[in-house]
């Protein structure tokens, strides 16, 4: 198995940034593609971002320009997901996902981290 433990989240204004930090631990070398996904109250959790074991990047076209994902370069169990210019949309629960192809199903999930932007 694969743990997740997100950080990071936090109360931001319009327009202010943030850094959510996911720390992976256990079998990670069974991993593929860190992601970053949110969920909004009353809304379907949905994907932000992702990132490759070589370090390729994917974003959803709302935050393409705004947010970043990276490794942490001494540490490559972290992934941190930069989110600058935020936005009142942006609130949300922040999750760090894990998926690769000996892992079942859609793979392991962190708790998650509060995002509040204020307008």
């Known amino acids: 198995q694969v743990q997740l433990e997100e950080s990071g989240g936090d109360l931001a204004q319009t327009g202010g940034s943030l850094r959510l930090s996911c720390a992976a631990s256990?079998?990670?070398?069974?991993?593929?593609?860190t992601g970053w996904y949110r969920q909004s109250p009353g809304k379907q959790r949905e994907w932000v971002a992702s990132i490759g074991n070589a370090g390729t990047t994917y974003y959803a076209d709302f935050v393409k320009g705004r947010f970043s994902i990276s490794r942490d370069s001494d540490n490559w169990n972290t992934v941190y997901l930069q989110m600058n210019s935020l936005k009142p949309e942006d609130t949300a629960d922040y999750y760090c996902?894990?998926?690769?192809?000996?892992?079942?199903?859609?793979?392991?999930w962190g708790q998650g981290t509060r995002v509040t932007v204020s307008a």
């Open positions: 256990g079998d990670t070398f069974r991993t593929t593609l």
């Open positions: 996902n894990v998926q690769g192809a000996s892992i079942p199903g859609d793979g392991y």
